[in-house]
Antibody, heavy 120, light 108 residues
Framework: EVQLVQSGAEVKKSGESLKISCKGLGYRFSRHWIGWVRQIPGKGLEWMGV????????RYSPAFQGHVTISADKSISTAYLQWSSLKASDTAIYYCARCPEGALSGFDSWGQGTLLTVSS | SYELTQPPSVSVSPGQTARITCSGDALSKKYAYWYQQKSGQAPVLVIYDDRKRPSEIPERFSGSSAGTMATLTISGAQVDDEADYHCYSTDISGNLWVFGGGTKLTVL
């Protein structure tokens, strides 16, 4: 069974750094693009970017480029989303999601989400 | 930038057919995907490649696409289908993916 297991909720202050994780289970992690999606409470879904763990090819949405870093460690089947300096506006739920094997396309499986709260 | 446009809300009575549209300039050349998101839960894929349905999704869910508009149809909508529905696709380059604004489906 395919599972994406995300790290737990975080409470941080503005200016702090953070790295959240997403572990892929039950499939060949390196062969599937994996992406990050933001959802501000009560709002829609926003595509942040994706990474192909096999070669670390990474694509970012212009709206998030420069503010977050997406990475992956295929040896432990884990993808990461990190911030070097958080803002209160980063408060949201962050989902990781997986694409079908070898294809940058729609996500077919999602993690449970990580709630990030940033206080000013 | 690239945008997908959905109606904010759709309302039907139980047993009726619900149709949710998604418009975008590249949809005539790129596939649309549809996600169901119930309150407090992660999204779930209900339609991929415009019209294909994952095996675990009920047959009442179907998808279509014509020109620059994709449509999610729920035939015989049930109260349990109440959720937000999000369309998803890419721009013509294939490198920028976006979600529509989401449509809240009410069945009552």
């Amino acid at each position: 069974e395919v599972q994406l297991v995300q790290s737990g909720a975080e409470v941080k202050k503005s200016g702090e750094s953070l790295k959240i994780s997403c572990k892929g289970l039950g499939y060949r992690f390196s062969r599937h693009w994996i992406g990050w999606v933001r959802q501000i409470p009560g709002k829609g879904l926003e595509w942040m970017g994706v990474i192909y763990p096999g070669d670390s090819d990474t694509r970012y949405s212009p709206a998030f480029q420069g503010h977050v870093t997406i990475s992956a460690d295929k040896s432990i089947s884990t993808a990461y989303l990190q911030w070097s300096s958080l803002k209160a506006s980063d408060t949201a739920i962050y989902y990781c999601a997986r694409c079908p094997e070898g294809a940058l396309s729609g996500f077919d499986s999602w993690g449970q989400g990580t709630l990030l709260t940033v206080s000013s | 930038s690239y945008e997908l446009t959905q109606p904010p809300s759709v309302s039907v009575s139980p047993g009726q057919t619900a149709r949710i549209t998604c418009s975008g300039d590249a949809l005539s050349k790129k596939y649309a995907y549809w996600y169901q998101q119930k309150s407090g839960q992660a999204p779930v894929l209900v339609i991929y490649d415009d019209r294909k349905r994952p095996s675990e999704i009920p047959e009442r869910f179907s998808g279509s696409s014509a020109g620059t508009m994709a449509t999610l149809t729920i035939s015989g909508a049930q109260v349990d289908d109440e959720a937000d529905y999000h369309c998803y696709s890419t721009d013509i380059s294939g490198n920028l993916w976006v979600f529509g604004g989401g449509t809240k489906l009410t069945v009552l």
